[in-house]
Protein backbone atom coordinates (compact mmCIF):
# COMPACT_ATOMS: atom_id res chain seq x y z
CA UNK A 1 0.00 0.00 0.00
CA UNK A 2 1.70 2.99 -1.10
CA UNK A 3 -0.13 5.02 2.51
CA UNK A 4 1.04 3.38 5.43
CA UNK A 5 -1.55 4.36 8.03
CA UNK A 6 -4.14 2.82 5.64
CA UNK A 7 -5.06 -1.43 5.40
CA UNK A 8 -6.63 -3.41 3.11
CA UNK A 9 -9.90 -5.06 4.49
CA UNK A 10 -11.73 -8.58 3.34
CA UNK A 11 -14.90 -8.96 4.40
CA UNK A 12 -16.31 -12.15 3.40
CA UNK A 13 -20.03 -13.06 2.37
CA UNK A 14 -20.25 -15.07 5.57
CA UNK A 15 -19.40 -11.72 7.57
CA UNK A 16 -22.24 -10.30 9.82
CA UNK A 17 -21.49 -7.46 8.84
CA UNK A 18 -23.01 -7.62 5.15
CA UNK A 19 -27.06 -7.58 4.93
CA UNK A 20 -28.92 -9.51 2.28
CA UNK A 21 -32.64 -8.91 0.77
CA UNK A 22 -34.34 -10.17 -1.71
CA UNK A 23 -35.51 -6.73 -3.17
CA UNK A 24 -35.66 -3.20 -2.10
CA UNK A 25 -38.25 -3.27 1.43
CA UNK A 26 -38.02 -7.11 1.36
CA UNK A 27 -35.90 -8.81 4.06
CA UNK A 28 -35.08 -12.30 4.91
CA UNK A 29 -32.72 -13.17 2.03
CA UNK A 30 -34.66 -16.78 1.94
CA UNK A 31 -33.24 -17.11 -1.63
CA UNK A 32 -30.04 -17.20 -0.55
CA UNK A 33 -27.84 -20.13 -0.12
CA UNK A 34 -24.19 -20.59 1.10
CA UNK A 35 -21.43 -22.27 -0.62
CA UNK A 36 -18.56 -24.49 0.54
CA UNK A 37 -15.88 -21.63 0.57
CA UNK A 38 -17.87 -19.27 2.27
CA UNK A 39 -19.33 -17.60 -0.67
CA UNK A 40 -23.15 -16.57 -1.12
CA UNK A 41 -25.42 -18.15 -4.10
CA UNK A 42 -28.41 -15.97 -4.81
CA UNK A 43 -31.10 -18.82 -6.74
CA UNK A 44 -33.44 -18.08 -9.55
CA UNK A 45 -34.26 -14.22 -8.38
CA UNK A 46 -35.20 -11.30 -10.59
CA UNK A 47 -34.11 -8.60 -7.55
CA UNK A 48 -32.05 -8.77 -4.63
CA UNK A 49 -29.53 -6.13 -2.70
CA UNK A 50 -26.25 -6.67 -0.69
CA UNK A 51 -25.96 -3.90 1.65
CA UNK A 52 -22.56 -2.72 3.65
CA UNK A 53 -24.23 -0.13 6.03
CA UNK A 54 -22.30 2.58 7.87
CA UNK A 55 -18.37 1.57 7.75
CA UNK A 56 -15.51 3.50 7.50
CA UNK A 57 -14.04 3.49 3.99
CA UNK A 58 -12.18 5.28 1.14
CA UNK A 59 -12.82 2.36 -1.67
CA UNK A 60 -14.94 -0.41 -2.12
CA UNK A 61 -15.64 -3.01 -4.41
CA UNK A 62 -18.03 -5.89 -4.30
CA UNK A 63 -16.65 -8.87 -5.76
CA UNK A 64 -18.72 -11.42 -7.83
CA UNK A 65 -18.79 -14.14 -10.13
CA UNK A 66 -18.78 -12.53 -13.62
CA UNK A 67 -22.39 -12.54 -15.04
CA UNK A 68 -24.14 -10.83 -18.11
CA UNK A 69 -27.69 -11.65 -16.78
CA UNK A 70 -28.12 -9.20 -14.26
CA UNK A 71 -28.23 -5.15 -14.94
CA UNK A 72 -25.97 -3.97 -11.42
CA UNK A 73 -27.18 -0.82 -9.67
CA UNK A 74 -24.49 -0.10 -6.63
CA UNK A 75 -24.44 3.03 -4.67
CA UNK A 76 -22.62 5.17 -1.97
CA UNK A 77 -25.04 6.79 0.77
CA UNK A 78 -28.04 6.65 -1.09
CA UNK A 79 -26.88 7.77 -4.51
CA UNK A 80 -27.05 5.09 -7.54
CA UNK A 81 -25.04 4.67 -10.75
CA UNK A 82 -25.07 1.56 -13.14
CA UNK A 83 -22.20 -0.68 -13.75
CA UNK A 84 -21.49 -3.96 -15.66
CA UNK A 85 -21.02 -6.94 -13.90
CA UNK A 86 -19.41 -8.67 -16.86
CA UNK A 87 -16.05 -7.97 -15.01
CA UNK A 88 -16.37 -9.34 -11.63
CA UNK A 89 -15.80 -6.64 -9.56
CA UNK A 90 -17.86 -3.62 -9.03
CA UNK A 91 -15.46 -0.15 -7.45
CA UNK A 92 -16.65 3.14 -5.74
CA UNK A 93 -14.44 5.29 -4.27
CA UNK A 94 -14.91 8.43 -2.32
CA UNK A 95 -13.62 9.92 0.70
CA UNK A 96 -12.46 8.56 4.33
CA UNK A 97 -15.12 8.74 6.54
CA UNK A 98 -18.40 6.97 7.73
CA UNK A 99 -20.31 5.59 4.61
CA UNK A 100 -22.93 3.01 3.31
CA UNK A 101 -22.62 0.75 0.60
CA UNK A 102 -25.14 -1.17 -1.61
CA UNK A 103 -25.37 -3.16 -4.78
CA UNK A 104 -28.56 -4.63 -6.25
CA UNK A 105 -29.11 -6.85 -9.07
CA UNK A 106 -32.26 -6.97 -11.72
CA UNK A 107 -32.09 -9.29 -14.20
CA UNK A 108 -34.85 -10.09 -16.85
CA UNK A 109 -34.47 -13.75 -16.60
CA UNK A 110 -33.39 -15.41 -13.28
CA UNK A 111 -30.05 -16.59 -12.93
CA UNK A 112 -27.87 -17.73 -10.48
CA UNK A 113 -25.93 -15.31 -8.84
CA UNK A 114 -22.37 -16.00 -6.73
CA UNK A 115 -21.48 -13.59 -4.36
CA UNK A 116 -17.88 -13.60 -2.62
CA UNK A 117 -17.51 -10.61 -0.44
CA UNK A 118 -16.23 -7.23 -0.34
CA UNK A 119 -12.90 -5.67 -0.66
CA UNK A 120 -12.12 -1.99 0.71
CA UNK A 121 -9.63 0.52 1.78
CA UNK A 122 -9.90 1.98 4.84
CA UNK A 123 -7.38 4.69 7.17
CA UNK A 124 -6.55 2.84 10.65
CA UNK A 125 -4.42 5.79 11.81
CA UNK A 126 -4.01 9.32 11.54
CA UNK A 127 -0.95 9.96 10.10
CA UNK A 128 2.21 7.58 10.26
CA UNK A 129 2.38 3.89 9.54
CA UNK A 130 -0.02 1.65 11.15
CA UNK A 131 1.06 -1.79 13.45
CA UNK A 132 -1.01 -4.47 14.35
CA UNK A 133 -0.89 -6.19 17.74
CA UNK A 134 -2.69 -9.86 18.05
CA UNK A 135 -4.59 -10.98 21.36
CA UNK A 136 -5.37 -14.58 21.18
CA UNK A 137 -8.43 -15.46 22.59
CA UNK A 138 -6.61 -17.61 25.54
CA UNK A 139 -4.50 -14.35 26.43
CA UNK A 140 -5.10 -13.33 29.97
CA UNK A 141 -5.53 -9.78 28.12
CA UNK A 142 -8.98 -11.15 27.62
CA UNK A 143 -11.58 -11.71 30.05
CA UNK A 144 -14.58 -13.65 30.30
CA UNK A 145 -17.85 -14.41 31.61
CA UNK A 146 -20.07 -17.69 31.18
CA UNK A 147 -17.78 -18.72 28.13
CA UNK A 148 -15.31 -21.88 28.20
CA UNK A 149 -11.67 -21.39 26.48
CA UNK A 150 -10.44 -24.60 25.18
CA UNK A 151 -8.56 -26.03 21.81
CA UNK A 152 -10.65 -26.78 19.14
CA UNK A 153 -9.72 -30.67 19.71
CA UNK A 154 -11.06 -30.88 22.93
CA UNK A 155 -14.55 -29.21 22.50
CA UNK A 156 -17.51 -31.29 22.62
CA UNK A 157 -19.49 -29.35 19.46
CA UNK A 158 -18.42 -30.96 15.91
CA UNK A 159 -18.32 -27.74 14.35
CA UNK A 160 -15.69 -26.66 16.34
CA UNK A 161 -13.67 -29.37 16.36
CA UNK A 162 -13.03 -29.51 12.66
CA UNK A 163 -12.26 -25.31 12.85
CA UNK A 164 -9.23 -23.88 12.02
CA UNK A 165 -8.20 -21.36 14.60
CA UNK A 166 -5.13 -18.88 15.49
CA UNK A 167 -2.58 -20.87 17.86
CA UNK A 168 -5.76 -24.00 17.86
CA UNK A 169 -7.71 -22.05 20.70
CA UNK A 170 -11.23 -20.70 20.41
CA UNK A 171 -12.97 -19.34 23.27
CA UNK A 172 -17.20 -19.58 22.90
CA UNK A 173 -20.56 -19.83 25.12
CA UNK A 174 -24.12 -20.58 24.25
CA UNK A 175 -25.24 -19.17 27.27
CA UNK A 176 -27.17 -15.76 26.69
CA UNK A 177 -25.60 -12.80 28.45
CA UNK A 178 -22.47 -14.27 28.54
CA UNK A 179 -19.38 -11.42 27.29
CA UNK A 180 -16.12 -11.51 26.30
CA UNK A 181 -14.24 -8.11 27.31
CA UNK A 182 -10.68 -6.55 26.70
CA UNK A 183 -8.87 -3.31 26.97
CA UNK A 184 -7.57 -1.65 23.68
CA UNK A 185 -5.54 1.59 23.57
CA UNK A 186 -5.19 2.29 19.96
CA UNK A 187 -7.22 3.52 16.83
CA UNK A 188 -8.78 0.60 15.50
CA UNK A 189 -9.79 -3.39 16.22
CA UNK A 190 -10.64 -5.99 14.57
CA UNK A 191 -12.41 -8.94 16.30
CA UNK A 192 -12.37 -12.13 14.55
CA UNK A 193 -14.42 -15.37 15.05
CA UNK A 194 -16.81 -18.08 13.25
CA UNK A 195 -20.17 -18.47 11.98
CA UNK A 196 -22.71 -21.65 11.50
CA UNK A 197 -25.32 -23.01 12.19
CA UNK A 198 -26.43 -23.07 15.34
CA UNK A 199 -24.39 -19.83 15.56
CA UNK A 200 -26.91 -16.48 16.89
CA UNK A 201 -27.18 -12.90 17.45
CA UNK A 202 -23.83 -10.86 19.76
CA UNK A 203 -23.82 -7.55 20.67
CA UNK A 204 -20.75 -5.37 20.37
CA UNK A 205 -20.05 -2.75 22.91
CA UNK A 206 -16.81 0.38 22.87
CA UNK A 207 -16.81 2.27 26.00
CA UNK A 208 -20.03 1.22 27.20
CA UNK A 209 -22.07 2.14 23.90
CA UNK A 210 -23.67 -0.51 22.14
CA UNK A 211 -22.25 -0.27 18.63
CA UNK A 212 -24.15 -3.13 17.14
CA UNK A 213 -25.92 -5.93 17.19
CA UNK A 214 -25.47 -8.99 14.53
CA UNK A 215 -25.94 -12.39 13.38
CA UNK A 216 -23.52 -15.19 13.18
CA UNK A 217 -25.74 -17.61 11.91
CA UNK A 218 -24.65 -19.15 8.70
CA UNK A 219 -25.49 -22.64 6.69
CA UNK A 220 -21.84 -23.27 6.66
CA UNK A 221 -19.56 -23.51 9.44
CA UNK A 222 -16.49 -20.53 8.55
CA UNK A 223 -13.43 -19.77 10.13
CA UNK A 224 -11.50 -16.55 10.80
CA UNK A 225 -13.95 -14.14 9.84
CA UNK A 226 -14.87 -10.29 10.53
CA UNK A 227 -17.40 -10.01 13.13
CA UNK A 228 -16.82 -6.99 13.71
CA UNK A 229 -14.37 -3.16 12.95
CA UNK A 230 -14.08 0.23 14.10
CA UNK A 231 -11.41 3.47 13.84
CA UNK A 232 -10.79 6.66 14.16
CA UNK A 233 -10.64 6.04 17.89
CA UNK A 234 -8.95 8.47 20.02
CA UNK A 235 -5.14 7.04 20.59
CA UNK A 236 -4.19 8.65 23.61
CA UNK A 237 -7.18 6.80 25.75
CA UNK A 238 -7.94 3.06 26.54
CA UNK A 239 -11.18 2.05 25.21
CA UNK A 240 -12.94 -1.14 26.62
CA UNK A 241 -14.63 -3.50 24.25
CA UNK A 242 -17.20 -5.78 25.02
CA UNK A 243 -19.29 -8.77 23.03
CA UNK A 244 -22.22 -10.27 24.64
CA UNK A 245 -24.02 -13.27 23.22
CA UNK A 246 -27.85 -12.49 22.90
CA UNK A 247 -29.91 -15.90 23.16
CA UNK A 248 -29.10 -19.15 25.27
CA UNK A 249 -28.88 -21.98 23.35
CA UNK A 250 -27.37 -20.10 20.20
CA UNK A 251 -23.14 -20.64 19.78
CA UNK A 252 -20.65 -17.38 19.59
CA UNK A 253 -17.15 -18.19 19.16
CA UNK A 254 -14.33 -15.68 19.30
CA UNK A 255 -10.66 -16.72 17.56
CA UNK A 256 -8.95 -13.38 18.30
CA UNK A 257 -9.08 -9.80 18.31
CA UNK A 258 -6.27 -7.14 17.01
CA UNK A 259 -5.58 -3.24 18.14
CA UNK A 260 -4.18 -1.29 15.55
CA UNK A 261 -1.85 1.66 16.89
CA UNK A 262 0.27 4.08 15.52
CA UNK A 263 4.09 4.04 14.99
CA UNK A 264 4.74 7.64 14.75
CA UNK A 265 7.06 9.34 16.62
CA UNK A 266 6.89 9.64 20.13
CA UNK A 267 4.26 6.38 20.10
CA UNK A 268 6.04 3.74 19.09
CA UNK A 269 4.43 0.25 19.36
CA UNK A 270 6.19 -3.04 20.59
CA UNK A 271 7.73 -5.03 17.89
CA UNK A 272 5.77 -8.09 16.17
CA UNK A 273 6.87 -10.85 14.49
CA UNK A 274 6.55 -10.67 10.45
CA UNK A 275 4.52 -13.80 10.02
CA UNK A 276 0.80 -12.84 8.68
CA UNK A 277 -2.83 -14.85 8.94
CA UNK A 278 -3.53 -16.63 6.22
CA UNK A 279 -6.81 -15.88 4.78
CA UNK A 280 -7.34 -13.30 7.19
CA UNK A 281 -9.96 -10.92 7.30
CA UNK A 282 -7.37 -8.51 8.41
CA UNK A 283 -3.82 -8.44 7.43
CA UNK A 284 -2.49 -9.36 10.69
CA UNK A 285 1.16 -9.26 12.58
CA UNK A 286 1.04 -11.71 15.34
CA UNK A 287 3.40 -11.81 18.66
CA UNK A 288 6.30 -13.85 18.17
CA UNK A 289 6.28 -17.39 19.66
CA UNK A 290 7.46 -17.72 22.94
CA UNK A 291 7.22 -14.37 23.52
CA UNK A 292 4.60 -12.74 25.88
CA UNK A 293 3.02 -10.05 25.06
CA UNK A 294 1.42 -10.04 29.15
CA UNK A 295 3.95 -8.87 31.32
CA UNK A 296 2.87 -9.55 34.65
CA UNK A 297 3.45 -7.58 37.57
CA UNK A 298 1.59 -9.67 40.08
CA UNK A 299 4.56 -10.55 41.99
CA UNK A 300 5.75 -7.30 42.93
CA UNK A 301 2.32 -5.79 43.33
CA UNK A 302 2.04 -8.23 46.17
CA UNK A 303 5.11 -7.63 47.71
CA UNK A 304 4.27 -3.81 48.10
CA UNK A 305 0.65 -5.29 49.60
CA UNK A 306 1.90 -7.48 52.26
CA UNK A 307 4.50 -4.82 53.16
CA UNK A 308 2.20 -2.11 53.51
CA UNK A 309 0.50 -4.33 55.59
CA UNK A 310 3.22 -5.35 58.06
CA UNK A 311 4.17 -1.47 58.16
CA UNK A 312 0.61 -0.84 59.38
CA UNK A 313 0.68 -3.32 62.08
CA UNK A 314 3.78 -2.67 63.26
CA UNK A 315 2.67 1.33 63.66
CA UNK A 316 -0.26 -0.37 65.41
CA UNK A 317 2.01 -2.12 68.12
CA UNK A 318 4.28 0.94 68.45
CA UNK A 319 1.35 2.95 69.98
CA UNK A 320 -0.03 0.60 72.23
CA UNK A 321 3.60 0.42 73.68
CA UNK A 322 3.61 4.01 74.17
CA UNK A 323 -0.56 3.62 75.67
CA UNK A 324 0.61 0.74 78.21
CA UNK A 325 3.99 2.63 79.17
CA UNK A 326 1.68 6.02 80.06
CA UNK A 327 -0.98 3.95 81.61
CA UNK A 328 1.73 2.52 83.68
CA UNK A 329 3.19 5.87 84.30
CA UNK A 330 -0.13 7.07 85.74
CA UNK A 331 -0.43 4.27 87.88
CA UNK A 332 2.55 5.04 89.85
CA UNK A 333 5.31 2.98 87.87
CA UNK A 334 6.29 0.77 90.32
CA UNK A 335 8.01 -2.77 89.37
CA UNK A 336 9.51 -3.11 85.82
CA UNK A 337 7.57 -1.79 83.20
CA UNK A 338 7.90 -5.44 81.06
CA UNK A 339 6.23 -7.39 83.93
CA UNK A 340 3.62 -4.38 83.42
CA UNK A 341 3.84 -4.85 79.93
CA UNK A 342 3.32 -8.38 79.89
CA UNK A 343 1.49 -9.27 83.14
CA UNK A 344 -0.91 -6.50 83.10
CA UNK A 345 -0.87 -2.82 84.86
CA UNK A 346 0.78 -2.46 87.98
CA UNK A 347 -1.59 -0.20 90.11
CA UNK A 348 -0.37 2.36 92.81
CA UNK A 349 -2.11 1.21 96.44
CA UNK A 350 -4.22 3.58 98.10
CA UNK A 351 -3.03 5.85 100.86
CA UNK A 352 -3.66 4.57 104.08
CA UNK A 353 -5.73 6.98 106.00
CA UNK A 354 -4.58 8.62 108.90
CA UNK A 355 -6.07 8.23 112.25
CA UNK A 356 -8.03 10.83 113.80
CA UNK A 357 -5.96 11.86 116.53
CA UNK A 358 -8.58 14.26 117.98
CA UNK A 359 -11.66 12.32 118.78
CA UNK A 360 -13.45 15.82 119.46
CA UNK A 361 -13.03 17.23 116.07
CA UNK A 362 -15.55 17.07 113.59
CA UNK A 363 -15.05 14.16 111.41
CA UNK A 364 -13.23 15.82 108.20
CA UNK A 365 -13.28 13.23 104.79
CA UNK A 366 -10.71 13.96 102.45
CA UNK A 367 -9.94 13.51 99.25
CA UNK A 368 -6.49 11.87 98.17
CA UNK A 369 -4.45 13.61 95.54
CA UNK A 370 -3.39 11.43 92.74
CA UNK A 371 -0.09 12.08 90.83
CA UNK A 372 -0.86 13.09 87.30
Not at 37 to 61: K, V, W
Request: hydrophobic share 35%; aromatic share 10%.
Amino acid sequence: MSNPSQAELWISAASPLLTYSLSKGETGGSSWMQLPDGSNQCLGQEQFTIELPEFYFTNIAFIHVPTAAYQIIVGLDGSSDKKSGESGMVSLSTSFGTHSAKLDCQAQTPETFIFHGVQMQTQVVVSGSASNNTIDDASSLIRYNGFQSTSASKSDISAIQNGNFYEKTVSYTSSGGASASFACQGSAFYIMGMTGPGFGSYQVSVDSKVAGTYNASTTIETYNTLLYFTTYLDSSQVHQISITNQYDGLLFALDYVICVTSESPGNQSNPTATATASNSGATAVFPSQGTSTNSSTSGDNGGAVIGGILGTLGGLFCLWVLWRYRQWKKAGGDGSFMAALCGGMRMKKEPKKEETKFHLWPIVGSRPKYAT
